[in-house]
């Protein structure tokens, strides 16, 4: 009887490794692939890629398990780091991880492997899948503090079946001893952080290569100038560092923070204090709502929710849900919710799916 192929996303990193590792010690047949997603100037040398795939090439000579490089460089750029541009054009702040994850480690790379014969591929990430009344579910990771459901709530019913989630079940320093006591080369290795197309670069440096930067006035909601922004693209909602506004308008020596971008007039509004009431709202629009079960769920469901990467679970209720358009109501007002971030929704470990955040509402 054939022997089950899987093929795993070595990405040089320690999660990855360990997940290979985990298969072969079960008896598949396993092959490696890295993707190699960025390409940059020589002299740039911000992203490591030649050293994440030299490490990736030690692991699968450890585990003596082949390695395929590939270079999905032109799909990365037409399918993720385009829309990363368009939505800072718009005045958004966008994640491209959670594009990367749809359009090239579950699309362009499931498509790869199915070409080298896998049966099914495999990653690093700290999540799990469960299969109910014949679909699967997208389960939370069992280490709360590396659950990566966030970041893959875009995935199909097809995407999901075809993956397997090796570390899930582990702890990040379960997966570290694991690493060493295999003498895998990556056991130590430093978790990599950022979008490896900025790197050790400085955000507003990188987006000035590709976006023109628009000065603005910089307003307090009532319409009191305080200063000139360089770009709205560079600042977030709730940011604080970064814009250069001398002096305190009340003498409290309150922070200012980032409450509003207003596109059409170019202004960034700021308000002082991280609790101001301005930068707290109840309700959210989301757009492209996407739902790993491949049906919405009803309207009037209660959940829960997250805004951002590693933000607590939040009570709310899904309160309107349509092919284009989800709107939810939180128990407790939210702070700082960005247009172009996502919004993930769960009940308890089930990760349902998600949308891109439109706006904030009262």
Request: overall charge positive.
């Amino acid at each position: 009887m054939p022997t089950t192929r899987i093929v795993v996303g070595l990405s040089g990193g320690v999660d990855s490794s360990v997940a290979a590792l985990l298969l072969v010690e079960q008896g598949y047949d396993v092959q490696g692939v890295f993707m190699k997603n960025w390409e940059d100037a020589p002299e740039a040398g911000y992203c490591a890629a030649a050293e994440d795939l030299d490490d990736a090439r030690a692991v699968g000579e450890t585990l003596g398990i082949p390695l395929h490089a590939v270079n999905f460089t032109a799909e990365y750029r037409d399918r993720v780091f385009r829309y990363f541009l368009d939505e800072y054009r718009r005045g958004r702040t966008p994640n491209p991880d959670i594009l990367c994850n749809t359009e090239i480690k579950f699309k362009a790379f499931l498509d790869h492997a199915r070409r080298l014969g896998a049966d099914f591929i495999a990653t690093g990430h700290y999540v799990r899948r469960a299969e109910r009344e014949g679909r699967s579910e997208l389960l939370k990771g069992r280490d709360p503090d590396k659950d990566q459901s966030y970041f893959l709530h875009g995935l199909t019913q097809t995407q999901l079946a075809s993956a397997l989630f090796p570390v899930g079940e582990l702890r990040k320093s379960q997966v570290r001893e694991r690493a060493a006591a295999a003498g895998l080369i990556t056991h130590a290795k430093k978790d990599s952080t950022g979008i490896c197309f900025i790197g050790e670069r400085r955000f507003r440096d990188f987006l000035n290569r590709y976006l023109p930067a628009r000065p603005g006035p910089i307003q307090t909601p009532e319409g009191e100038r305080l200063g000139e922004h360089a770009g709205l693209m560079f600042h977030t909602i709730g940011q604080r560092q970064g814009l250069g506004i001398g002096g305190r308008r009340d003498g409290s020596g309150r922070a200012w923070y980032v409450a509003a971008k207003i596109l059409a007039s170019n202004t960034l509004i700021v308000v002082q204090g991280h609790d101001h009431p301005a930068l707290f709202h109840r309700r959210l629009r989301a757009v492209d709502p996407h739902w790993i079960a491949g049906a919405p769920p009803t309207a009037s469901l209660p959940c829960q929710a997250k805004i951002r990467y590693r933000q607590p679970d939040q009570d709310c209720i899904l309160e309107r849900v349509d092919p284009r358009v989800m709107e939810v109501r939180f128990a407790r007002p939210q702070r700082a919710i960005a247009p172009g971030q996502s919004i993930v929704l769960y009940r308890d470990d089930v990760c349902l799916g998600g949308g891109v955040i439109d706006a904030a509402a009262d």
